[in-house]
C-alpha cells in the first residue's frame, strides 16, 4: 500500500515521521504517568521534547533541500538517529510495571528446551576466528543500516526508501515496548560470573565491545533489535534490491547467532526478536491504511501528496 505523505501548512510528514513523534510522546507519557519509577524522570521529558522539536526541524531542513545526495543524508540522518535515540529512552522506563528484571524465566525456559544455558554451552567451541567473524557481523549492523537506504532510495526512489524507513521504525518501536512489558537485564549482567572463556578475536570483537561498554545499556534484551531489524533490512532488501539480499544473507544469519554467542543476548531474544520483525511487517499495511485514512480526513486542511514527490 503507497503512504500518503500529509502536509501541514509548509510541512510535509511521512509516517515514519507520524511514529517517531507518537513514540516520542509515549515515552513522555509513560515518564509522567511512572515519574515515582522513572529516575530523573523530567530530564527524560525535556530531552524528548527537545529531540521532537530537532527532528522537526530537521523534516523541514530535508524538504527545503532540493539537490538529490544532501537531501537523503539529511533524511537518513534524522531518521537514523531518532531510532537511536528511541532505543536509549526506553531504558530508564523498564522496570515501571513489573519491578524487576525477568532473566530467572527466560534461563528457566532455555534449561528446559535445550538442556544446557546456550550462552554457556558455546565457549566449547568458541575460537578467536569465529568470534571475530560474529562480531564482524554484528557490529557491520549499524553501517548496514544507512547503506541499505542509500541502494533502496537511488535506485528505486523515495517511497521505496520510505516503506524502509518505517518499517524498520515500527520494528524498532515494537522492539522498545517489549523491553518494558518483559524486561531481561541480559546475560553479562545475570550470569556474567560463570562465564570463563573471554571473548578473543581482533579489531571487529574489539568494537563490539567497545558498543556493549559505550552503547548499550542493562535491558533492552528482547525482542533482540539487532535480529529484528536485521530482518527488516534482509526482506526489505530482497523486495527492492536482490544483490544486496544476496550479500547480506551469510551477515544476517550469522549476526542471529552472534547476538547470544557474543553474550548481548539469551536465544530467547533472538528468536522473538525474528518473530517481532515478521508481525511489524504484517502490521505494516494495517499501520499504514491508518495513517493515509487521517490524512485524506484532513484534506480539506491540508494539502495530502503521494509520498515521494516534491
Same mark, same amino acid.
Given at each position: 500500500m503507497t503512504e500518503q505523505a500529509l502536509r501541514v501548512s509548509r510541512l510535509q510528514l511521512h509516517a515514519t515521521d507520524g511514529l517517531i513523534f507518537l513514540a516520542l510522546a509515549l515515552f513522555t507519557l509513560l515518564a509522567l504517568v511512572f515519574h515515582s519509577s522513572v529516575e530523573d524522570w523530567w530530564i527524560l521529558a525535556l530531552k524528548n521534547i527537545a529531540v521532537a522539536v530537532v527532528y522537526l526541524g530537521l523534516v523541514f531542513l530535508s524538504q527545503k !533541500?532540493? *539537490?538529490?545526495? +544532501? *537531501?537523503?543524508? $539529511? *533524511? !537518513?540522518?534524522? $531518521?537514523t538517529l531518532a531510532f537511536a535515540y528511541l532505543f536509549g529512552a526506553v531504558d530508564k522506563l523498564q522496570l515501571i510495571l513489573h519491578g524487576e528484571w525477568l532473566d530467572a524465566y527466560v534461563l528457566d525456559a532455555e534449561q528446559f528446551v535445550f538442556g544446557v544455558q546456550p550462552t554457556l554451552w558455546l565457549q566449547h567451541i568458541m575460537s578467536p576466528a569465529l568470534t571475530e567473524w560474529l562480531m564482524f557481523s554484528y557490529v557491520i549492523y549499524i553501517p548496514m543500516y544507512p547503506i541499505l537506504s542509500g541502494i533502496i532510495y537511488f535506485l528505486r526512489g523515495e517511497a521505496a526508501m520510505e516503506d524502509y524507513f518505517f518499517t524498520l521504525g515500527l520494528t524498532n518501536v515494537l522492539c522498545d515496548i517489549g523491553f518494558i512489558l518483559f524486561p531481561v537485564a541480559g546475560p553479562i549482567p545475570t550470569i556474567g560470573h560463570l562465564y570463563s572463556v573471554p571473548l578473543t578475536g581482533y579489531v571487529f570483537t574489539y568494537l563490539g565491545e567497545f558498543m556493549r561498554s559505550h552503547v548499550h545499556y542493562i @535491558? @533492552?534484551?528482547? +525482542?533482540? +533489535?539487532?535480529? /529484528?531489524?536485521a530482518t527488516v533490512m534482509w526482506l526489505m532488501a530482497y523486495r527492492y534490491h536482490r544483490p544486496s539480499f544476496y550479500v547480506i544473507t551469510p551477515i544476517v544469519l550469522s549476526l542471529y547467532v552472534s547476538t547470544f554467542y557474543g553474550r548481548y543476548h539469551y536465544v530467547t531474544?533472538?528468536? !522473538? @526478536?525474528? /518473530? =517481532? =520483525?515478521?508481525? /511489524?511487517?504484517?502490521? $505494516?499495511p494495517v499501520v499504514i491504511k491508518g495513517w493515509n485514512h487521517v490524512a485524506e480526513s484532513m484534506r480539506g486542511k491540508a494539502s495530502v501528496a503521494p509520498a515521494g514527490s516534491e
Open positions: !533541500v532540493t *539537490r538529490k545526495f +544532501p *537531501r537523503f543524508l $539529511v *533524511r !537518513v540522518a534524522a $531518521v @535491558g @533492552g534484551t528482547i +525482542p533482540s +533489535p539487532h535480529a /529484528a531489524a531474544d533472538a528468536i !522473538v @526478536g525474528i /518473530a =517481532a =520483525a515478521f508481525f /511489524a511487517l504484517q502490521l $505494516v
